[in-house]
C-alpha cells in the first residue's frame, strides 16, 4: 500500500518534472509559424565523455606550453618572435596576395597575421572570434546541442622552415596564439580541437614523405582528411550512447584521382609553376555503392568554410569520411569563405531541420581568426545591436 506520504512525494516529482519539460520548451520560429520544440535530454555518459576530451586538449597543450616555454607562455612567444616578425613584416609590407617560399611552397600573405598578433586570446572586442564562438556555445547548450570547434592550422602555421628557415628552432611551434585561444575555449567548457599538436607530430614521424597541404594551393590535402576525420569520429563515437552513429559499417571508400586545387598559382609569380595536377583521395560510397550524399535529418551537422568542401567530389571531403568513420550521414551548414558565419547559417535553417540535431561540428580555417566581423548569433538570431553585419551575414 502506497503511504501518503510517498504519494505526496510523488506528485511534486511529477509537479516539478512537467515545470522542468515546460520551462525547457523553446520557441522557434519556422516561417509564419511558430512551433515549440523540446531540446533533447542531456544524457550523463555522453558529457562524461565531452568532458574527458576537453579535459584532455587541455593537457595536451599544457604538455606543449612546457615543452615550448617552460610553462610560460611569454616565453613561448618570445622563443618564436624572430619567426613571428618576419610574418608580420611580410603582411604589412607586401603588395602580393602570396609569397614563395621553398621547395615550391606558395603561402597567403594575409594568412600571416593571425599568428602574428599577440592580443588574439584577451580580444573581447563586439565581433571578435571569442565573442561569436562563446555564444554560439551557449544558444547550442541551450538548445541540447553540443559544439566541436575545429581550427584547421594555416600552411605556415606547419610548414613554417619553408617560408623563414633559420628563423624558428627546431622543433619550435610557431602557433602560440591558436593554441592559446583553443586552450582558453576549453576552459571556457567550448569543446575545441587541437589539430597544431597532431599536424606537427605526424609531421615529425613522417618526415615530408606525404605532404598535409598542396604546395600551390592554401588547403590540405586529403592526407590531412583522414587525420581530421579520425579524430573528429573518435570524440563523435561518444554520441552512439545515444543511437547516434554505428560501428557497423553503412559506407566503404574507394581511391580515386582528383584534380588538386591551385588557388595559389595566379597570385604567383610566372616561373612558379609546380602545381600537382592529380592528387589521391578516398570517396565514400554506401555498402551498395551510390556516392555518400548529406542527409538533412541527420542528427550530426558539419558547418564549415572550404577546408570542409575543397574538393568538387562531394563524396571525397572531409565530411564524407567523418560519416563514414562513425557510421552516419551529416547535415550541412556550410559555404566556401564563411567559416565565421556557421552560427548564422546554422540558425536561418527552419526550425525542422535544427529540431532534431545533437552536435555540430565547426570546422573553420586558423587565417579567419584575424576577422573582426564574426557575427554573434545565438538561438534568437544575429545580434542586430551591434551593427557591421548585412542580412546575409557579411561584413
Given at each position: 500500500m502506497t503511504s501518503g506520504k510517498t504519494m505526496l512525494h510523488q506528485t511534486i516529482r511529477a509537479t516539478l518534472h512537467a515545470h522542468l519539460l515546460a520551462t525547457a520548451m523553446l520557441l522557434t520560429s519556422c516561417g509564419n509559424n511558430t512551433i515549440a520544440v523540446a531540446p533533447p535530454a542531456r544524457h550523463p555518459v555522453v558529457d562524461s565523455l565531452r568532458r574527458e576530451a576537453i579535459n584532455s586538449t587541455i593537457q595536451d597543450i599544457e604538455t606543449e606550453l612546457q615543452k615550448q616555454g617552460?610553462?610560460?607562455?611569454?616565453?613561448?612567444?618570445?622563443?618564436?618572435?624572430?619567426?613571428?616578425?618576419?610574418?608580420?613584416?611580410?603582411?604589412?609590407?607586401?603588395?602580393?596576395?602570396?609569397?614563395?617560399?621553398?621547395?615550391?611552397?606558395?603561402?597567403?600573405?594575409?594568412?600571416?597575421?593571425?599568428?602574428?598578433?599577440?592580443?588574439?586570446?584577451?580580444?573581447?572586442?563586439?565581433?571578435?572570434?571569442?565573442?561569436?564562438?562563446?555564444?554560439?556555445?551557449?544558444?547550442?547548450?541551450?538548445?541540447?546541442?553540443?559544439?566541436?570547434?575545429?581550427?584547421?592550422?594555416?600552411?605556415?602555421?606547419v610548414y613554417p622552415d619553408k617560408f623563414a628557415p633559420g628563423k624558428l628552432q627546431t622543433g619550435a611551434n610557431p602557433s602560440v596564439q591558436m593554441m592559446g585561444l583553443v586552450l582558453d575555449l576549453c576552459r571556457r567548457d567550448v569543446e575545441a580541437v587541437d589539430l597544431y599538436t597532431l599536424f606537427h607530430s605526424y609531421r615529425r614521424d613522417t618526415g615530408d614523405t606525404s605532404l598535409l597541404y598542396y604546395r600551390c594551393d592554401s588547403h590540405y590535402r586529403p592526407v590531412a582528411f583522414a587525420l581530421v576525420a579520425n579524430e573528429i569520429a573518435r570524440r563523435l563515437a561518444r554520441y552512439r550512447q545515444i543511437g547516434i552513429g554505428s560501428s557497423t559499417p553503412i559506407y566503404r571508400t574507394e581511391l580515386i584521382a582528383v584534380d588538386a586545387p591551385c588557388d595559389l598559382l595566379g597570385h604567383a609569380t610566372p616561373s612558379v609553376n609546380r602545381c600537382q595536377p592529380i592528387d589521391t583521395a578516398c570517396r565514400v560510397l554506401t555498402v551498395a555503392g551510390v556516392p555518400y550524399a548529406a542527409d538533412d535529418s541527420a542528427r550530426i551537422v558539419l558547418g564549415s568554410d572550404s577546408f570542409g568542401t575543397i574538393m568538387a567530389d562531394k563524396a571525397a571531403n572531409v565530411g564524407a569520411l567523418i560519416a563514414a568513420r562513425v557510421g552516419a550521414p551529416l547535415a550541412y551548414a556550410s559555404g566556401s569563405m564563411r567559416g565565421p558565419w556557421v552560427p548564422l547559417l546554422f540558425y536561418r535553417r527552419p526550425a525542422a531541420f535544427r529540431a532534431n540535431k545533437r552536435v555540430v561540428v565547426w570546422i573553420v580555417a586558423d587565417r579567419q581568426f584575424n576577422s573582426d566581423t564574426w557575427p554573434v548569433v545565438g538561438s534568437h538570431g544575429l545580434d542586430r545591436s551591434r551593427g557591421g553585419i548585412d542580412s546575409r551575414g557579411r561584413p
Open positions: 617552460s610553462g610560460d607562455w611569454d616565453k613561448w612567444g618570445d622563443n618564436v618572435e624572430p619567426f613571428l616578425d618576419t610574418l608580420a613584416s611580410v603582411a604589412r609590407d607586401s603588395a602580393r596576395k602570396c609569397v614563395e617560399g621553398l621547395d615550391g611552397f606558395l603561402f597567403w600573405t594575409h594568412s600571416f597575421r593571425v599568428h602574428s598578433r599577440r592580443d588574439l586570446v584577451g580580444d573581447t572586442s563586439p565581433e571578435s572570434p571569442i565573442r561569436s564562438i562563446k555564444a554560439f556555445s551557449k544558444a547550442l547548450r541551450n538548445d541540447g546541442i553540443d559544439l566541436i570547434v575545429v581550427p584547421v592550422p594555416d600552411k605556415i602555421a
